[in-house]
């Protein structure tokens, strides 16, 4: 089947969908996005997303490129026409194209709009889930302001790739003093001794991730306590559980991070709880 991305008004095919040499996500990275959850053809936490790109958007100092219920209606018609009935939705807004200026361009330059679909496989992460997942440390070397969900991915591309070569699907960022901020493309939890869920609050220096508050709602409902605090990389080696939680991933264990197992190398019974109810507690919409 050929797929089609919706840019700036139009489907078109993959091979013929483009975007200005000269877009200011291209050359400055001055451009913010969301991935969301696409399941059983209806978009998990969809509200949130919006929420959160409206966010970024303002911390940037842009508008929403069109009404909610506009970019909604792109969003289900680019799932529709890519068939996706369970993957992810990509959504990416940019300040829109000129001639290379760093200061901000005038109004009447219009935003860039992507939406892509794309299928993945539910099999394969409920496989990965199974067996959990190897994490790498490194220091969080991105800008003051991890917040806004901006397309500035180099350092996490640098992490992700060192992480790859050292047989692990994920980084985990620690700051000056040796606290994990979040991974490379999720949020970092552990569960402590005391079976408490443990997380970095939020601030400037993590995204507000959309499953993590999911995770959040999961964890009233069975009455499992959460501390949302800083959590060092030694405190994270001696956990009973670890865990990351993404829109592509929902909430995935963790069973190794460097070189130390952790708890009995398996996932554990709490993560494996989150998991199992967290498509229960999120919102779903469709059409
Ligand atoms: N990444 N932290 C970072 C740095 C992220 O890039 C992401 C998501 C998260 C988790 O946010 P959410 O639960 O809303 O997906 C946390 C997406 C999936 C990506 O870039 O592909």
Not at 21 to 34: I, K, L, N, T
Not at 211 to 232: L, N, W
Request: net charge positive; proline share 5%.
């Amino acid at each position: 089947m050929s797929r089609v991305i919706y840019v700036n008004g139009l489907y078109k095919p993959y091979a013929d969908a483009a975007i200005h040499a000269e877009d200011r996500g291209f050359q400055f990275a001055d451009s913010v996005y969301e991935v969301i959850e696409v399941l059983s053809c209806k978009l998990v936490d969809e509200g949130r997303h919006l929420d959160r790109l409206a966010r970024s958007l303002s911390q940037i100092e842009m508008k929403m490129p069109m009404t909610r219920p506009a970019l909604a209606f792109v969003i289900r018609e680019t799932i529709r026409r890519n068939s996706v009935r369970d993957g992810i939705v990509y959504l990416q807004v940019s300040r829109g194209a000129g001639p290379r200026d760093f200061a901000m361009p005038n109004d009447s330059v219009r935003p860039t709009v992507v939406v892509i679909a794309r299928q993945q496989s539910q099999s394969k992460l409920a496989a990965l889930a199974d067996i959990g997942i190897a994490v790498v440390s490194m220091p969080d070397i991105r800008w003051g302001r991890s917040d806004i969900k901006s397309v500035m991915l180099l350092p996490a591309c640098l992490a992700k790739a060192s992480a790859k070569r050292a047989g692990a699907r994920e980084a985990w960022f620690t700051d000056p003093n040796g606290f994990v901020t979040e991974g490379a493309s999720s949020n970092a939890w552990i569960v402590n001794g005391s079976g408490k869920l443990v997380t970095r609050q939020l601030d400037n220096r993590i995204l507000g991730g959309v499953t993590r508050a999911g995770v959040k709602d999961v964890a009233a409902q069975v009455a499992i306590e959460i501390e949302e605090r800083p959590f060092s990389l030694t405190e994270a080696l001696s956990a009973k559980e670890a865990f990351i939680t993404s829109a592509t991933n929902t909430v995935m264990p963790v069973t190794k991070i460097d070189n130390t197992m952790i708890g009995d190398g398996r996932p554990g019974p709490v993560t494996l709880r989150l998991r199992s109810r967290f498509h229960h507690v999120a919102e779903f919409r469709g059409d």
